[in-house]
């Protein structure tokens, strides 16, 4: 049975009932790092926020189910879920400027969850938050720990929230964007550091991300979004080698080379276009007429 | 070393302040109409009284050397002699600050529970009807002013239902042991309940009218700030980990939503403390507010003087003590 499986998972916008999410399918395995990709606004950042229950308030979810471990989250009671999402799973943000919290010591911002939530003893979590410093490769842990974040650079910053994320060993990770407001040149490294702490601890990945290269390198299945449905569900070995859906070979198509940077870039044709909205309103059809 | 020389440069403004208010009092009220040596003679008195009188307190001079007369005096430490009174304009000014004080940080305190309680019930009910309500209620207690709000409240709980003293500063049939000014304070260190609750009682209704517009500006800003700063990635992030509301917005949004807040609320309270005057005067509370308006009202111009320094020395402070607190909450400010 899978770790993660959402099924039939459907969203909308609560003043406009517009769709955010159309009967959303997913699994994970243990320790698989499944990537989720697609355009601005396809969707793929509100499955991880609907898992982790930090959809905004103005989106409401109207169906389906997310079991994460073989628990449905969406029928327990609020602290109930807020309490297991905290011990079983983690988010690595997107922004690692904004995603701690300035005005408090770095030390306690990876220890909280240990402590607050899970119950250890401050100074087990104390050395636990310097053993993954270390992981992460962050000289002098110590000294980090005791640093306010302004002290820090943005590098520096998000190797602390992904030891953060693996502090409580949880079985899901989602990574929501984590290279996107990175340096390129930072970037390679906290990928590389991302797949390398997964690949240490096990943990599942619901990688979260428009880059189909940084898929192809961290994933080994992924499921393709359009207008929060999922177009097709595969495996990284084919989908690039045979994409099945029409959207996924324009969207593999429309990504840069890097072996060929200067190419012209091949945008996703208005005639594929037309046919998946086609597909999201056959879709919506059928939901209101069954 | 660096701080040092922040705390000289303080100083030098500070000071710079004071003669400018000094100066610019001095001369207005000497410009205004109204005689003082006229308010102290009664009917009947000569030419030559008035100007015996005039020159005993140094007003025939011209203005200019009045006012450097008076200057050399304040910076031996003399701010001369109430001309209504007969007594040093020091010790008088000296002996009504601590009622101000007491009344004015009391209000504070109010304030900031009432506007703190507001901010986080509203957060906690953001979108909902009881923060629409706490708008509406906040919009009310800040369009009408600080002595309508005594009044409103002289006559709820000192009329209608007659609870608190609506006058004085304590009880006159009281006996006290106190030997400073701070009544409120020395009650307690002196364990005398049953004097601090006189006190309390007589303190509470112009405390709270002096409260309640900052209370409202309080609760209506850190809601604001509150509210943005909820939606901000590390407030989220926090909730990933399992915590719940309360905790989030106590913890990680708090600390960060406050610092605006306590500008304001810096500024605020010396508008507080300028609105004594008036409630003092309501509520017959023997403060320097009610002394001002003696003092105006008799053209006891040496009293004016030390009065006004003395509130103007009152705002620096709370200003210099503002930006401490700014430095000692925001941790960027603190090694910057």
Redesign the interface.
């Known amino acids: 049975m899978s770790f993660l499986a959402i099924k039939g998972l459907s969203a909308r916008l609560r003043d406009t009932s517009f769709p955010i999410l159309r009967d959303v399918f997913l699994s994970v395995e243990a320790g698989e790092v499944h990537g989720l990709v697609g355009e601005s606004g396809a969707g793929k950042s509100m499955i991880g926020k609907a898992l ?3 959809l905004p ?1 103005s989106i409401e979810i109207t169906h389906g189910t997310i079991e994460l471990d073989g628990v449905d989250l969406l029928r327990l009671p ?2 109930e879920r ?6 079983t ?3 690595i ?3 690692p400027l ?7 010591r770095i030390g306690p911002q990876i220890t ?2 240990l402590v ?2 899970l119950g250890w003893a401050r100074s087990t979590a104390e050395a636990r938050a310097r053993e993954l410093l270390d992981e992460v490769h962050i000289p002098d842990p110590v000294r980090v720990m005791r640093s ?1 974040p ?2 820090l650079s943005g590098g520096m910053r998000q190797r602390i ?1 992904i030891a953060s994320a693996f502090a409580a060993e949880p079985k899901l990770i989602v990574a929501d964007e984590p290279t996107t407001a990175l340096d390129v040149t930072v970037q390679k490294q906290i990928l590389k550091l991302i797949a390398e702490m997964q690949a240490r601890h096990g943990t599942a990945l619901l990688f979260v991300t428009h880059d189909l290269g940084v898929v192809s390198k961290v994933c080994q299945s992924l499921s393709v979004l359009y207008g929060g449905m999922v177009v097709e569900r595969t495996t990284v070995r084919d989908f690039f080698r045979e994409p099945a859906h029409s959207y996924s070979r324009a969207l593999l198509a429309a990504t840069p080379k890097y072996t060929d940077p200067l190419a012209s870039l091949t945008p996703v044709p208005e005639t594929v276009i037309a046919a998946v909205q086609a597909e999201v309103a056959a879709h919506d059809r059928s939901q209101r007429n069954g | 070393m660096q701080l040092f020389r922040a705390f000289l440069l303080r100083l030098f403004t500070t000071a710079i302040t004071l003669s400018g208010v000094a100066v610019i009092v001095f001369f207005v009220i000497r410009v205004v109409p109204g005689n003082p040596i006229a308010m102290m003679l009664p009917p009947g008195a000569t030419e030559a009284d008035v100007a015996r009188l005039t020159a005993r307190y140094g007003f025939d001079k011209s203005i200019p050397e009045q006012f450097l007369i008076w200057l050399q005096g304040v910076v031996q430490g003399d701010f001369g002699t109430s001309i209504t009174s007969n007594q040093p304009v020091l010790g008088l000014v000296l002996g009504r600050l601590p009622a101000t004080l007491e009344l004015s940080i009391m209000a504070l305190v109010i304030a900031v529970f009432i506007g703190g309680f507001i901010a986080l019930t509203g957060t906690r009910n953001r979108g909902t009807s009881v923060e629409a309500a706490i708008d509406v209620g906040n919009g009310m207690a800040l369009s009408v002013p600080d002595f309508l709000w005594g009044l409103v409240l002289i006559l709820l709980f000192g009329v209608l239902w007659p609870v608190f003293h609506i006058s004085g500063r304590v009880t006159p049939s009281l006996d006290l042991p106190f030997t400073t000014n701070f009544y409120l304070f020395e009650s307690v260190l002196r364990l005398r309940f049953d004097l601090w609750a006189d006190i309390v009682s007589h303190m509470f209704m112009p405390a709270l009218a002096l409260a309640i517009p900052l209370a409202a500006i309080i609760g209506q800003l850190l809601k604001q700030s509150l509210k943005e700063t909820m939606h901000l990635d590390y407030v989220t992030l926090a909730r990933t980990k399992g915590y719940g509301e309360n905790h989030v917005i106590l913890r990680e949004a708090l600390p960060n939503a406050i610092l605006p807040t306590l500008t304001l609320v810096g500024v605020q309270f010396t508008f507080l403390i300028g609105g004594t005057v008036i409630i003092e005067r309501l509520f017959s509370y023997e403060g320097l507010g009610n002394m001002a308006i003696d003092a105006v009202i008799n053209r006891d111009l040496p009293l004016i003087q030390g009065i006004v320094i003395l509130f103007a020395a009152i705002f620096t402070a709370v200003n210099l003590i503002v930006d401490l607190s700014y430095a000692f909450l925001n941790p960027r400010l603190r090694h910057g």
């Open positions: 982790l229950g930090i308030t609020p602290a807020r309490r297991r999402i905290g011990a799973a983690a988010l943000p997107q922004d904004t995603a701690l919290n300035p005005s408090r909280d969850r607050d939530i306010y302004h002290e929230l």
